[in-house]
């Protein structure tokens, strides 16, 4: 049986930088919401016989489901219900919408029902009540379909999905999950269909379908771009609203004869609301369009390059990052509830660092949102495919706009990386096109949101990147205390100079190379406590004792922070992962070492 979540509107005024914990899409909330979670029919089609034989209609829907699995977690994951990590590359699932939701949504005659998904991977098609509601290709962005001329009579009704995952193609948006029958070296199980939220939400006729924020604290300004679900036939007013603390600070009204539209709030006195990793401050926003109110949040920032450092409202920060996988050993890329992201945020916090890089999937939204409140800085990525191919592009293009339009509000992402270590495009080096292609892919980027810095490719064989970022795993101090001076790194920037990789830096004529330079990947030491894991697991360095372990990771950073040169390092990585046991904490999320001690190297000096 699905749960309702969050169906009932908050008492009192709505705070628009403090959502429910559970939503979903932090950033646009309405009163009336509720997730579809826990029991759901399931099945695996491995003969693929399902469309043909009707899965999907009503009364023969549910003979065919004749397993339960656990919403939203993928039935690779042991808290699914299910836990079989094989390959079934089409599975279904058969969920509920309990008698009542509805009327608890407050949904009636002239008000639309929609359902969205999170994630699901890869190719979906979704039927509601027997009555096909729209499809979606790709594995990790989110969709939303309008289901209200599907309902069908009566007070029970059914959402039956299709999900199909080729677990073996390596043109799909993987990233970290394996296309071999077991997980090798550094990439972990599958994740096949839902693995994210699926939630309802009962909206006028007319209502704001997409939301997001573009600011300028420099100039005293936040936009808010809104799109609506149609065309309207007539002008529709909208007002927004930014407040503090219940009290308002500046408001626009305006009139929607578009369906998108840039509605701007000219702020006084700005810098007394800057967001910063100091002062993560939040502006509560209220937008009404029409009949449709909606509530989010702003921070007021501005991201620049500056000639050694990033720099957050005009001050050169230094990047203490740490490479977060977002893996949990029970639930897979699906964190097992909110409160394990507040806790991963307090981790990360609490070792002492002062930013996360996403690595290899889309981030989840109430993650950036705690990253938010957290004033933590963060890196945002997709999963990339492990090769080229025309397809391959065509989905990386369409996931990674889909993925950007949905997060691009959230003040805590600070650049966007939609391609890590020349994943997708392994021949760069030496085909014009993949070159090209990582060039598109980085003006893609910048049209989308011309706020924040983007690479074309992380780590190495730069072609138009904003930064130029290494990933070095040498394990002796006295090599990278040398390779980061300042002549060392000036090296670096030369054109086909060989990087710590063995792979160039910067490719072509078109790169700048007198930018910013971050060691965004570096560490990676393996330490298993315990004799069963001394002898096994992935790492890129090997110690066998915590004495060992915190000399190695001192060491290492010692001789990174003694460059001048550098403008910030991403440690690889926060905790174990399946095999790779390179963690500052184990898979539970228990620290290696007292985090006194990683604070003390990692920290702020």
Known sequence: MATPRGSRPPAGPIRGSRPPADHPRPTMVRPHWALLEGRAGFAHDDQDVGLRQGWFREGRDAQAFDRTIRLPFPPESRASGIGDTGFH??????????????????????????????????????????????????????????????????????????????????????????WQPRPHAIWY??????????????????????????????EGTAIALIELNHAPRRGVPVTVTLGLGGKPIAATRATLRERAGRIRVSIPHARR???????????????SAGDDRVTSYVGMR??????????????????????????????????????????????????????????????DPRLLYRADRAGLLVFAEIGNAMEYTPLAARRLRREWSDTVLATRSHPSIVCWVPINESWGVPGIAHDAEQAAFATAMATLTRHLDPTRPALSNDGWQHVDSDL????????????????????????????????????????????????????????????????????????????????????????????IRSSDALGGFCWTQLTDTAQEVNGLCDEQRRPKLDPEQLRAIFGPR
């Open 302 to 363: 501005d991201v620049s390059v500056g000639t050694r450092r990033l720099e957050i409202n005009g001050q050169p920060t230094y990047l203490r990052q740490v490479l977060e996988q977002c893996y949990w050993p029970d639930s897979l890329y699906t964190p097992p509830d909110v409160q394990a992201l507040d806790d991963e945020l307090a981790l990360i916090a609490g070792l002492g660092f002062n930013g996360l890089r996403i690595h290899q999937q889309t981030p």
């Open 468 to 559: 130029l970022t290494l990933h070095d795993y040498t394990a002796r101090a006295v090599v990278l205390r040398r390779r980061y001076r300042h002549k060392g790194v000036q090296r670096l920037r030369t054109r086909d100079q060989v990087g710590p990789a063995a792979r160039f830096i910067v490719l072509g004529d078109e790169q700048r190379t007198q930018l910013p330079m971050l060691l965004d990947e570096c560490g990676g030491v393996r330490f298993a406590p315990g004799a069963a894991r001394r002898g096994g697991g992935w790492g890129y360095s090997s110690v066998r004792t915590a004495r060992g372990f915190r000399r190695r990771l001192a060491a290492i950073m010692t001789a």
């Open 189 to 218: 199980e599958r994740s096949t269909g839902i693995w994210r939220p699926v939630w309802l939400e009962s909206v006028p006729d007319t209502h704001i379908s997409q939301l997001s924020w573009r600011v300028s604290l420099r």
């Open 273 to 287: 609301w800057a967001w910063s990793p100091a002062n993560p401050q939040l502006l509560d926003a209220t937008i």
């Open 89 to 178: 590359p089409v599975v279904w699932y058969r969920i509920a919408i309990p008698a009542g939701m509805l009327e608890s949504l407050g949904h009636g005659p002239g008000r639309r029902l929609l359902v969205h998904f999170g994630a699901v991977d890869h190719d979906a098609i979704v039927w509601v009540d027997g009555t096909e509601a729209g499809s979606h290709q790709g594995g990790q962005s989110a969709f939303t379909l309008d289901i209200t001329d599907c309902l069908g009579p009566g007070p029970d009704h059914h959402i039956v999905v299709r999900a199909h995952d080729d677990p073996t193609d390596r043109s799909q948006l993987r990233g970290k999950q394996d």
